[in-house]
C-alpha cells in the first residue's frame, strides 16, 4: 500500500488559519474513512477528526469542534483539514491515515503518513 502524503503545514499565528491536506493512491483511498490525528512533542498521538468514505458522517475531538473541519474529494482522493481559530496547544505534527470504520481510535488506522508540522505562535 503506498502511505498518503499530507502536505499544508506551516508556521502560523494564533488566531490564523490554514489548510492540510492529505492525498492518497485510489487503492489507499477508495472506501475508507479517513482520519487525521497529531502528535505534539512529548505526548501520545491523538485523534482529531475523521470523514466516512461518502462523506456524510464526521467526528472530532472536542477540543478542534466548531474551529476544524474535515472534507474530502474523493475523486481526487484527497482529504482535507481547514483548522481555523489556532491556538498554541494545536502545535503539532498532523498525520492523515485510513480506516474500515468511523472511530477515533488510532489502533483502528492504518497506512499512517510521513506528517506535515503545525506550529502555532502566540
Known amino acids: 500500500q503506498v502511505q498518503p502524503v499530507e502536505s499544508g503545514g506551516g508556521l502560523v499565528q494564533a488566531g490564523g488559519s490554514l489548510r492540510l491536506s492529505c492525498a492518497a493512491s485510489?487503492?489507499?483511498?477508495?472506501?475508507?474513512?479517513m482520519g487525521w490525528f497529531r502528535q505534539a512533542p512529548g505526548k501520545e498521538r491523538e485523534f482529531v477528526a475523521v470523514?466516512?468514505?461518502?462523506?456524510?458522517?464526521?467526528d472530532y475531538a472536542n477540543s478542534v469542534k466548531g474551529r476544524f473541519t474535515i472534507s474530502r474529494d474523493n475523486p481526487k482522493n484527497t482529504v482535507y483539514l481547514q483548522m481555523n481559530s489556532l491556538k498554541p496547544e494545536d502545535t503539532a505534527v498532523y498525520y492523515c491515515?485510513?480506516?474500515?470504520?468511523?472511530?477515533?481510535?488510532?489502533?483502528?488506522?492504518?497506512?499512517w503518513g510521513q506528517g506535515t508540522q503545525v506550529t502555532v505562535s502566540s
Open positions: 485510489g487503492r489507499t483511498f477508495r472506501g475508507y474513512a
Open positions: 470523514i466516512s468514505w461518502s462523506g456524510d458522517s464526521t
Open positions: 491515515a485510513r480506516s474500515p470504520v468511523i472511530t477515533k481510535w488510532s489502533t483502528s488506522y492504518e497506512n
